[in-house]
């Protein structure tokens, strides 16, 4: 039997024990389980058949929006040190954001275990629920340029989350906010380009890839912008590994059958690889010359 030592310290009880040579302190007040919820967080997981493999298809789903929480609020940390002129703070948060997206990459390995046949037992349950209802997902490509009014209309029903969508749609994007800071910083950036609608998607421009071109040719200069530029480029380096493993995924679990939520599946994977949050820093590796 273990000898437990109780004392009380400012009027909470504190328990001491010795288990495997080890010293243990707990106490009555905040702990490991509370503190994290963890009672309610192993019991959010409702499954709708008994099929063996459901379980794991939602705790990667779940597992998935949290890192998508993660994202998004590590972003908004980075959007508000841009909004008031700082740039070398983001960078640690931009490699932590990269660190998540490599991790979120790597978990589709998981689902990729599941074959078709063991899908196929319970995808009938799922009716129309799909990914393409991630409503975290979504306000994550808002915040980095995707804008696309019409993918809101599927949240038109939860009216919480449909505005939250709204406001961040109608929102500037990181890329705004940094074009912004550019043209603070006298940088040449076209006047139709800051004052806009930002509901709409940004159109690439040449005056932005010259910009960046100068900024990179002269990289000691602007050594604190060539690097968040990197951060940017990275950035959607690894969301674009993300979006090709996605569908890679799909596909060696569906084919290429119509998506549970009536989208064309790997078909409409596939087109978002051609999409860009930040088209001229991809450019401008092309047309860049020697300095």
């Known amino acids: ?20 040579g080890e010293k243990i302190i707990w106490d009555s007040g905040l702990t490991y389980n ?5 009672e309610k967080l192993l019991s959010s997981q409702k499954l709708i058949s ?3 493999n459901e379980m794991m298809f939602v705790i990667v789903h779940q597992s998935m929006e949290l890192w998508l929480k993660l994202c998004l609020h590590e972003l908004n940390i980075i959007i508000e040190l841009i909004k008031n002129d700082e740039i070398k703070k983001p960078l640690k948060t931009f490699d932590r954001i990269s660190a998540i997206q490599r991790h979120m990459t790597q978990s589709w390995e998981i689902l990729a275990t599941l074959t078709p046949t063991d899908f196929l037992t319970f995808r009938d349950y799922l009716k129309k629920a799909s990914g393409f209802q991630s409503y975290q997902y979504r306000e994550l490509e808002f915040k980095l340029g995707n804008k696309n009014k019409d993918l809101i209309i599927v949240h038109r029903e939860n009216k919480g989350v449909y505005d939250h969508l709204v406001q961040t749609l109608n929102s500037p994007s990181l890329y705004d906010e940094i074009l ?13 380009l800051i004052n806009r609608d930002w509901s709409e998607p940004y159109q690439p421009h040449s005056e932005i890839e010259s910009v960046w071109q ?22 959607e380096y690894y969301f674009q590994e993300w979006r090709f493993k996605h569908m890679k995924t799909v596909s060696r679990v569906i084919g ?22 930040f088209p001229e820093l991809w450019e401008m590796r092309t047309t860049m010359k020697n300095s």
Do not use: C
């Not at 039997?1 to 495997?20: H, L, Q, R, Y």
């Open 50 to 52: 008994d099929k063996p």
């Open 34 to 38: 509370s503190h994290l919820q963890i």
């Open 214 to 235: 100068e900024i990179y040719q002269e990289s000691e200069r602007y050594w604190d912008i060539y690097m968040l530029a990197e951060r940017l480029t990275a950035l």
């Open 256 to 277: 290429n059958k119509q998506g549970t939520g009536g989208s064309a599946g790997v078909n409409y994977l596939t087109k978002a690889l051609d999409l860009s949050f």
């Open 180 to 192: 912004m800071y550019l043209s603070r910083k006298n940088f040449k950036i076209p006047e139709e």
């Open 1 to 20: 039997m273990v000898d437990i030592k109780k004392s009380t310290k400012d009027g909470i009880e504190v328990f001491e024990a010795e288990i495997n």
